[in-house]
């Protein structure tokens, strides 16, 4: 295959473009335009097409996406349809019917999966969920937004971080220009999920045994506002952090304290002395629902964090991970500058509803506060939240 072009992508397409064949036009010049520069064969590219109005229709599939011709003729044969946009929908059915194995996808084999969704207006029904879906099955979506697409609904099904998945575009008539940068998107995308991945974390592992000490709380979200299975991506999140580092007593201690309306000690620094029985300990914690209450808990965690400098004489590096999804109900200034005054490293990490600048005050510097849009986006951070503690010694 020519360059980074081993991957499934599938162009979504809001086809009901009312009223000008023109505009339909420039849509079908740019997909002829990309196509013609990817290198489309069985085992390098494949591209699936997906039109889409009030009702989707799989206009070819990956496993018959596999000859460049074929494909711009499809392109080619594309029609305006009426209707209204339904792109919630559209993206359940390319989740359920596009990238499955047995309609030609090739997730199995670690190949990069790719959705493109074109779209120029609002959709009529709810995209979050459908997209969250699409996300955690391993598919990295890039929205392209023209005329009056809707930035908020974008940045819901794009994946993170969102300036390098979402274009937005006045006209249609933009789209012939934003075609080498679309490309470049493309080609950057694969590149990363083939061979970026895993260098770093292995880069990351090597990078952070050598924070030989320190001592880390993590300050847990469970309110009720969380649904189950986003709880459980926390955990997950969470885990894969703390696996990077050295669990021992001398060296890296973690502990943690789940919140909302009032805090629970899930477990002392000192309990766990091995990344085993650390990740466990997090699996069982449970949710506890409720409100908000961040500002008290980052009090309770604080004695915490004192307790544990004292036990080793003041000298080793103190963090506090901080991860929510709402607005504080109670005020957050004064235990953050306590927090602060005890040259605590706090990271902030907000995922949905959380306040930007509740993050920013938490955390104090803003390259300690972390925003995500969705809680499978976690994972998307994760590298560089290790990289941040690290560098702090």
Request: aromatic share 6%; net charge neutral; proline share 2%.
């Amino acid at each position: 295959c020519q360059g980074p072009s081993v991957a499934d992508v599938v162009f979504l397409l809001d086809v009901s473009i009312n009223g000008s064949q023109e505009n339909f036009d420039y849509l079908k010049e740019f997909l002829e335009e990309s196509v013609s520069a990817l290198d489309i064969k069985e085992n390098c590219m494949r591209i699936g097409l997906v039109a889409y109005s009030n009702e989707t229709k799989v206009i070819n599939s990956l496993s018959r996406g596999v000859n460049k011709s074929e494909v711009l003729q499809y392109i080619q044969n594309l029609s305006p349809q009426a209707g209204n946009a339904y792109t919630g929908a559209a993206i359940r059915k390319i989740g359920k019917e596009v990238f499955l194995a047995q309609n030609g996808s090739r997730k199995n084999q670690g190949v990069p999966q790719i959705a493109v969704l074109v779209t120029h207006r609002p959709s009529e029904d709810n995209v979050t969920m459908a997209a969250v879906n699409l996300r955690r099955q391993g598919v990295a979506i890039f929205t392209m937004g023209i005329e009056a697409a809707s930035d908020s609904q974008l940045e819901k099904i794009a994946s993170h971080p969102a300036e390098q998945y979402i274009s937005k575009l006045k006209t249609f008539s933009d789209l012939a220009a934003h075609n080498q940068t679309f490309l470049k998107k493309l080609r950057k995308q694969i590149t990363h999920t083939v061979s970026v991945l895993s260098e770093r974390t292995e880069s990351l592992k090597s990078g952070c045994v050598d924070t030989e000490e320190a001592d880390i709380y993590l300050l847990i979200d469970g309110s009720g506002s969380i649904r189950a299975t986003d709880f459980q991506e926390m955990k997950t999140f969470l885990s894969e952090v703390v696996r990077m580092f050295n669990i021992a007593p001398q060296k890296v201690r973690v502990g943690a304290v789940q919140y909302a309306d009032s805090w629970d000690l899930e477990f002392e620094i000192n309990k766990y002395s091995n990344k085993h029985d650390l990740g466990k300990a997090i699996e069982n914690i449970r949710q506890m629902g409720g409100n908000t209450n961040t500002g008290a808990a980052l009090n309770f965690t604080l004695g915490l964090l004192q307790k544990a400098k004292q036990q080793r004489g003041n000298r080793v590096p103190c963090h506090l991970v901080v991860l929510t999804n709402g607005m504080s109900k109670d005020s957050i200034s004064e235990p953050a500058n306590r927090l602060r005054n005890e040259l605590i490293h706090v990271h902030a990490i907000g995922v949905k509803e959380a306040n930007r600048t509740q993050l920013q005050e938490i955390a104090g510097k803003e390259k300690r506060v972390y925003y995500v849009h969705d809680f499978d986006a976690l994972k998307n951070i994760r590298n560089q939240v290790v990289q941040e503690i690290c560098a702090e010694e």
